[in-house]
């Protein structure tokens, strides 16, 4: 996360608020339950929670498929405070993992059937290395891997 901090924080509340949690409508309720737990190794409950470590979907039955709608691509901006301009495919989710665990989740995904709809990159800004990849769950929600480290 950025350690920039927004420089007006009048009328900041004391009230520690609690984990977010996705909202996901999706086409098909079982299969999409499957696909979290078989290929992206969340646990699942009747409620349509997903869960694994510090990330949590609500599955949600859409009421039609025109209901489940991905992000699109976001617009540059040039406001950043490094030379990044945004990102250059859809995010749904942007999920943090350690450095050396990054190729071990990717290959676990793949190895389970799980969809790789962007293969592991790696670029640099800021100071920063990454690598990223993005999975995508059955109704190709974007959900982006993403390791970072401080350049050597």
């Known amino acids: 996360m950025s350690e920039q901090v927004l420089e007006d924080e009048k009328g ?4 520690k608020l609690g984990k977010a949690i ?4 999706v086409s098909d309720l079982a299969k999409s339950q499957a696909y979290y737990r078989d ?7 009747d409620w349509g929670h997903a869960e694994r470590d510090e990330v ?7 009421v ?8 699109a691509v976001s617009a540059k901006r040039h406001s950043y405070p490094t030379e990044w301009d945004g990102p250059d495919y ?6 943090h993992i350690g450095w050396d665990e990054f190729d071990e989740y990717v290959e676990e995904v793949r190895d389970r059937g799980g969809i790789i709809g962007i293969e592991p990159f790696t670029g640099e800004h800021g100071g920063w290395e ?4 993005h999975i995508h769950d059955l109704d190709h929600y974007n959900i982006v891997l993403g390791a970072m480290r401080r350049k050597a």
């Open 12 to 15: 900041k509340s004391g009230v």
């Open 22 to 25: 996705q909202v996901r409508l």
């Open 39 to 45: 290929c992206l190794g969340f646990s699942i409950d």
């Open 56 to 62: 949590c979907f609500i599955l949600q039955q859409a």
């Open 64 to 71: 039609s498929g025109e209901d489940v709608k991905p992000n």
């Open 90 to 95: 859809a995010w749904d989710t942007y999920i």
């Open 130 to 133: 990454f690598k990223n990849a």
